[in-house]
């Protein structure tokens, strides 16, 4: 069965600082794996995905994520943080051929401090 | 168009009401979800339509009833609601025929039950 581990439910960082967001996942077949921000009051948006090809993934607002298999880890990085970027991130995986299981992690909160 | 929406925005309701969300999307995705976030959780899955049709059902009481009537619209009917029903309701559409599942969400409906 799959899961995905978020190993820290907050990360604080000051302004303008770097940023590692944690993700590690299980799963017994190949997987698709994402990362989902979400801002207060506001839905989910898609950040970036790993589907396959090169294990760096570039995503949008300045984040990235490195697919490392045999740590089975997939985790967020981006080099400066700014105050906008003060949100929940959510790490997702998707089995393949699994129809529509997407199983969430549960969330880390990033917090930038000025 | 890459946006899925939902109204209402927020929504105050008793126990002994009868109210319906609406959730529409129109990048062609056959599949489509309602999701339910309590606060600092990850979304937990309700419901999964393919093809407007039921496919997944995890475990949901009948007091929520979806109903999907084109494959542009997923609504969500609510009667007799708990207050620990409060919650954020997330809808999200994806393609059926991708292996690997991503989903586009709405930004959401607050729900309160008084």
């Known amino acids: 069965a799959q899961s995905v581990t978020q190993l820290d439910s907050q990360v604080p960082v000051f302004e303008e600082a770097p940023v590692e967001l944690r993700c590690n996942y299980s799963?017994?077949?190949?997987?698709?794996l994402f990362w989902y921000v979400q801002y207060p009051n506001q839905g989910l948006q898609l950040l970036l995905k790993?589907?396959?090809?090169?294990?760096l993934v570039k995503g949008i607002n300045g984040f990235e994520a490195e697919f490392n298999k045999s740590q089975t880890s997939f985790h967020l990085r981006k080099p400066s943080v700014h105050i906008s970027d003060t949100a929940e991130y959510f790490c997702?995986?998707?089995?393949?051929?699994?129809?529509?299981?997407?199983?969430f992690g549960k969330g880390t909160r990033l917090l930038v401090k000025p | 168009d890459t946006e899925v929406t939902q109204t209402p925005k927020h929504l105050v309701m008793g126990m002994t009401n009868k109210k319906s969300l609406k959730c529409e999307q129109h990048?062609?995705?056959?599949?489509m979800y309602w999701y339910k976030q309590k606060a600092k959780k990850p979304p937990e899955l309700m419901f999964v339509?393919?093809?407007?049709?039921?496919?997944i059902n995890e475990s949901v009481p009948s007091r929520f009833s979806p109903e999907c009537p084109n494959s542009s619209l997923l609504n969500l009917h609510l009667h007799a609601l708990q207050p620990e029903d409060s919650a954020l309701y997330l809808c999200?559409?994806?393609?059926?025929?991708?292996?690997?599942?991503?989903?586009?969400f709405g930004p959401g409906t607050r729900l309160t039950v008084l």
């Open positions: 999200a559409s994806s393609q059926v025929d991708s292996s690997y599942n991503e989903q586009f």
């Open positions: 799963s017994s077949v190949s997987v698709y």
């Open positions: 790993y589907l396959s090809g090169s294990t």
């Open positions: 997702a995986v998707s089995d393949t051929g699994q129809g529509f299981s997407f199983i």
């Open positions: 990048m062609g995705h056959r599949a």
């Open positions: 339509y393919s093809y407007e049709k039921l496919s």
